[in-house]
């Protein structure tokens, strides 16, 4: 395990794994940092909570814009993606506080929303820079 618990494989691919419910997703890839998370849907989860606690201000402001019936899966795929680039970079939540909102200078960072079975919400990001940036 690197710091932050990420886990890898000294001279194989890069890797992160995720499950939730019954559903595991895994993803590789030869040279480049990977993160990867999958929520179920859970009616009692208190999403509100979380939110106000985890995503930035402007997130929180669009998902409260939202109709009240999509703010639950909305808040699922916002937190899939804040969880998916966390674990790209080995951070954990601990270090959803110094996540930049804005692309930073060498590295380049994209994230995908999965099309998953009905009731699961999953993303994927791809981390690519010489040297994944250490938590501040």
């Not at 994209?110 to 919400?121: A, F, M, N, Q, Y």
């Amino acid at each position: 395990m690197r710091p932050g618990g990420k886990p890898y494989l000294p001279r194989g691919p890069r890797f992160n794994l995720s499950h939730s419910g019954g559903l595991v997703l895994l993803a590789l890839h030869p040279c480049l940092e990977t993160g990867v998370d999958v929520e179920r849907a859970r009616p009692e989860l208190a999403w509100q909570r979380i939110a106000g606690t985890v995503l930035p201000a402007a997130v929180q402001e669009r998902l409260a814009g939202l109709p009240v019936v999509d703010q639950r899966q909305a808040f699922l795929r916002e937190w899939c993606r804040l969880e998916a680039r966390l674990k790209a970079r080995g951070w954990g939540l601990a270090g959803q506080r110094h996540l930049p909102s804005e692309p930073e200078a060498g590295i380049r960072e994209r994230v995908w929303d999965l099309e998953l079975p009905e009731g699961s919400t999953g993303a994927l990001a791809v981390v690519a820079t010489s040297q994944v940036p250490t938590m501040p």
